[in-house]
């Protein structure tokens, strides 16, 4: 999972560059038609675990959860050929397009707009800035959008050390065989498994303020792992 296949062209947003630039809206979701995966938030576990098969990938020594929406690489089965995101729920990676926070040098954020967004343009859309150079509204709830889920990404990324150190992770290799004959092998990836307790029973490590959530939202992603089985219906039905 990377950002760069959604962004192509991402460049600081500045006040002077892009003060007549408008952002046009769209219902093409065709950016991410090769994306085979994508980062979750924790927020979102609870909507996400009723339609995507939720996993964990290891980068160095971080964990991080991501949604699998394909089988093979740069395959997304859930959009589309008219660019329609085919799934109800639309996970939040997706829905900050075309913005992204960036690191800067001292540990700052900047704020980027991908350039090659198609409605990227000076003539129709919501404004980016004002007369005087003023954030819109409408660039305004992109940028609290931005923060929200930049403040849910750090206590996503604390969660999913914790469910790490607490050894509750399990690798995890699928295999898809097709009726037309291909083979998909997954790999690479881990699964969250609550086995070692038991019945209902939590563990209270685990616990935090955000209690309750946390507690559905574990239960909710280790039953998301079944939906990988709908993956693979899916990819049956677009064989070719």
């Known amino acids: 999972m990377s950002d760069a296949v959604y962004y192509e062209k991402p460049v600081l947003l500045h006040r002077d560059t892009h003060r007549n630039r408008k952002v046009a809206a769209s219902t093409s979701f065709a950016f991410a038609s ?10 979102e576990f609870g909507e996400a675990a009723r339609e995507y098969a939720i996993v964990f990938t290891r980068v160095g020594a971080r964990v ?5 929406l394909g089988l093979r690489a740069r395959e997304n089965l859930y959009v589309d050929e008219q660019g329609h995101w085919t799934a109800s729920y639309i996970p939040a990676f997706v829905r900050r397009y075309p913005f992204v926070l960036s690191d800067l040098p001292g540990g700052q954020m900047g704020v980027c707009i991908d350039e090659a967004y198609p409605g990227l343009n000076d003539k129709e859309g919501e404004a980016l800035f004002d007369a005087k150079g ?23 990324d604390t969660f999913c050390q914790r469910l790490a150190e607490m050894d509750l992770l399990m690798e995890m290799n699928a295999r898809a065989d097709l009726t037309d004959g291909r083979s998909f092998l997954a790999h690479g990836f881990d699964a969250i ?3 070692s307790f038991d019945g209902d029973q939590f563990p209270r490590d685990l616990h935090s303020e955000h209690d309750s959530r946390d507690r559905l939202s574990v239960k909710g992603v280790e039953k998301s792992v079944s939906l990988l089985r709908e993956l693979v219906n899916q990819a049956d039905s677009t064989a070719y």
């Open 193 to 195: 498994t609550l086995r």
């Open 134 to 156: 003023a954030n819109t509204p409408f660039l305004q709830n992109a940028l609290d959008f931005l923060n929200r889920y930049q403040q849910e990404y750090l206590r996503t």
């Open 34 to 43: 090769k994306a085979n995966s994508l980062y979750l938030a924790g927020a």
């Open 64 to 68: 991080a959860p991501v949604a699998m």
